[in-house]
């Protein structure tokens, strides 16, 4: 194993909201990390700044490696990931899904009875990572194609499936197993 590959398993990453000023380095962050879409970079400057409660960034050195956007569904008892970005810096570390548990501790996600994502039949990646969560937390996954290629996207992305997993209650020892 390279020697900085090793230091970096031996740290522990700061999961924190994200300030405004984060978005220039989220945005390449997200950039960094194909094939994940991209948004501009206002996009990304708007999350940290008025979603800063329900996203997270990880940093390691002050450098950020990840960075999860999400929200409450209005009207629902969900909490709704959006992107989930992890620097090639820092794979490996489980920092994923030490990001989602985060998150549902947070009180803005108070009330969330399942979590939701899209992913596209492709993403394996994203599909490991919820597969793995959901195990982890003892949740159901389920998914069902949502939003479609053709009455959604024009033809110009791959159909989304809207992924839900149950969500127990978070307490101490999910934060432990994180």
Partial sequence: M?????QTRTRKPLLRKPEATDGAEIWELIRDCKPLDENS???NLIQADH???TCVVAELDGEIVGWISGH???NED???VWQVAVSPKARGLGLGRKMLVHLLERDACDGAEALKTTITEDNDASWGLFRSFAKHIG????????FHEEDHFGGAHDTEHMVTITLP???EDLRKAA
């Fill in 72 to 74: 409450m569904i209005p």
């Fill in 139 to 146: 949740g159901e996954l389920t998914d069902e194609p949502h």
């Fill in 2 to 6: 390279p020697k900085d590959l090793e």
């Fill in 169 to 171: 209650a978070v307490d």
């Fill in 51 to 53: 979603f800063r409660d």
């Fill in 78 to 80: 969900a909490f709704f």
């Fill in 41 to 43: 970079m206002y996009c």
